[in-house]
């Protein structure tokens, strides 16, 4: 301790004309190394500007009657009538009503799957059995929705899917699954379960090696069934994760992603499965209506964001929030 | 110690259930696979299940010498690549500097773009700047709108941030500069979440439908996943086919299983080498959000 102590050099004491050279060199060599990463930073900045912070500023258009000519700076400014447009519409009112009925549904039934399915997984004793169904549930996640719509459709196909041999043994005629508006919102929230339930469950995975093995021994002891050790100790284990989790998924409830419901929508189905993303790219982008889905969007938009702080405020009064 | 009954029976309905799960995930594949190596009529009479029906080429030679299935596939490796090392490289650039305690208002950096992803702007002004920026119908459309992940950022950021400090102090001493930090040092360190990043930008890009569809006019330029998705929402599966013979003996799930092959396999090949490094990446995600 002593040697190290003397290769420190002398002490610097408030005042000390040796101590300011030394901040102001340290300063220096601040403002040296920082150089370079600014240098390095500003295609970021750049990038956040155009790509993030621009689009941002391009809501003005939900204010505004864009037409090509006067671009989104000079066209006319029509205060709330696009919103009034929309929110007296039966058909936008409906489209909003889809987005968040099937996002809920998702959340509502895809949230506790990845935590049964992590927690089932966590009570494998075979290291090698573990493995594999890992890997295996893992592997949808990383398929596009092109592919995973397909292998529904040909699954539930009316003339020779798999189920409908089966249902055709059974009840005599095939039913249309993808046709029928119980059946299609199933599917839809099926296959966005299945699809993510295992890389889902990876994150409720990391949080269970956390828990103390002891805790498991002590219920044990005391005669706690497998059942009740997971109730009593599994889950309020991981109950901070569960809690995160939940806030972040509550504030997509907005969002429907566009690729699952553009693929697996179809004409018989569409008074329940348009929603805002497909109601924006066929209205605005296909019909040129910029002004309108702007509108929609910074409606979506502004309702995930009071959506993601008003789960973190509920989620602070159980010390869980994120921020 | 032994298993009581009840545990017995846990443990056995555990295996059995999660079995289950891991085969729906096997069937539909094993299902589209057999598919595409079936013959036409086998097809047509839903016998196909899990193995080939009367074994043939002739999905594939069809989807090959009938559907631009081969140009798109080289789309696609094109737009994955490239579009991976830029994002790649950007988030390195967002990343490193922040991660660096001396860095000038990292905090207020951080900050705004964290705000990025719980507002935007949303489709159609993204949509206007890219017009505005000439992008239309090019390839940058795909890659510039959406070059940096600030979530895989974020990630990124906190594993450069745990590296142990004492590598650090000794490069420093060595008279190691603030980029030879990050290319000697840094970098080689964070191999594992580098892999687990680029394989997300790659499935992003990969798999990218959205953006294709609204950016890209020109047919020649579609990537698979559009081509494939025309080809399930049209009706004529296989265009400028001359052989009349060939037509006949067409299914359309025969072609359309086997261009789902073709899309899966590259996907198929990377994953279990990199499996085991996406686990820590996601991981380290969650701690740090």
């Known amino acids: 301790m002593k040697a190290a102590r003397t290769v420190r050099g002398p002490v610097f004491r408030p005042g000390d004309k040796v101590a300011k050279h030394r901040t102001r060199q340290q300063a220096l060599r601040r403002f040296k190394s920082n150089i370079p990463l600014l240098i390095m930073f500003v295609p970021v900045i750049l990038f956040y500007v155009i790509f993030r912070y621009a689009p941002i500023g391009g809501l003005v258009l939900a204010f505004k009657d864009y037409n090509f000519y006067d671009g989104v700076l000079n066209s006319p400014w029509v205060g709330f009538q696009h919103f009034q447009t929309l929110f007296q519409d039966s058909r936008t009112l409906e489209i909003i009503r889809n987005t968040v009925g099937l996002s809920l549904l998702s959340v509502v039934f895809g949230f506790p799957i990845p935590i049964i399915l992590a927690i089932m997984l966590n009570e494998v004793r075979n290291m090698g059995f573990k493995r594999t169904i890992q890997t295996i549930v893992y592997m949808p996640h990383f398929l596009s929705w092109v592919i995973i719509a397909m292998m529904v459709t040909t699954v539930f196909s009316m003339e020779h899917g798999i189920v409908n041999n089966l249902v055709e043994k059974i009840y005599g005629e095939p039913f249309a699954f993808m046709y029928s508006k119980g059946s299609w919102i199933a599917i839809f929230v099926g296959s966005g379960i299945w699809k993510d339930m295992g890389f889902n469950a990876i994150i409720f995975l990391a949080a269970l090696t956390t828990i103390d093995p002891s805790l498991y021994e002590a219920a044990g002891m005391d005669g706690a069934s497998k059942l009740r050790q997971i109730w009593h100790v599994t889950i309020p284990g991981i109950r901070p994760t569960i809690i995160l989790l939940l806030i972040l998924s509550m504030g997509r409830v907005m969002e429907v992603g566009f690729d699952q419901v553009y693929m697996l929508q179809n004409s018989n189905v569409n008074q329940i499965a348009d929603v805002i993303s497909t109601y924006i790219y066929r209205t605005g982008l296909q019909g040129a209506q910029f002004s309108l889905t702007t509108a929609m969007g910074l409606f979506e938009s502004l309702v995930a964001f009071l959506l993601i702080f008003s789960a973190n405020y509920i989620a602070r009064k159980f010390n869980e929030g994120l921020w | ?289």
């Open chain 2, 1 to 289: 110690m032994k298993d009581t009954r009840g545990e017995q029976v846990f443990y056995t309905l555990n295996y059995i259930v999660l079995s289950l799960i891991a085969l729906s995930c096997i069937l539909p594949l094993l299902n589209v696979t057999a598919l595409s190596l079936s013959g036409a009529n086998a097809v047509m009479a839903g016998r196909v299940g899990l193995w080939p029906v009367d074994f043939s080429l002739f999905s594939f030679e069809s989807l090959f010498k009938g559907t631009p299935i081969v140009r798109s596939f080289w789309n696609s490796v094109e737009i994955t690549l490239i579009g991976t090392a830029l994002s790649m490289a950007v988030t390195i650039m967002a990343a490193y500097p922040l991660s660096r305690k001396q860095f000038y208002s990292r905090r207020f950096f951080t900050m705004a773009m964290v705000f990025t992803m719980i507002f935007n702007g949303g489709l159609i002004p993204t949509y206007l700047v890219v017009q505005k920026l000439g992008l239309v119908n090019s390839y940058g459309a795909l890659w510039l709108p959406g070059l940096v992940s600030t979530y895989n950022m974020l990630i990124m950021r906190s594993s450069f941030e745990n590296l142990p400090k004492e590598v650090d102090e000794a490069a420093r001493i060595d008279g190691c500069s603030e980029l030879g930090l990050l290319f000697r040092i840094v970098l080689p360190l964070s191999k594992p979440m580098l892999a687990t990043l680029a394989l997300f930008y790659g499935v992003g890009y990969w798999n990218s439908f959205m953006s294709v569809m609204i950016y890209i006019n020109d047919t020649v330029k579609f990537n698979m996943t559009v081509l494939v998705q025309n080809m399930i929402k049209s009706t004529s599966l296989v265009q400028d086919f001359s052989d009349p013979t060939m037509v006949s003996n067409l299914t359309p799930e025969g072609v359309r299983s086997a261009a789902v092959i073709v899309m899966i396999v590259p996907i198929l090949a990377v994953y279990p080498f990199l499996q085991k490094y996406f686990v820590k990446g996601v991981m380290l995600g969650s701690i740090k959000g």
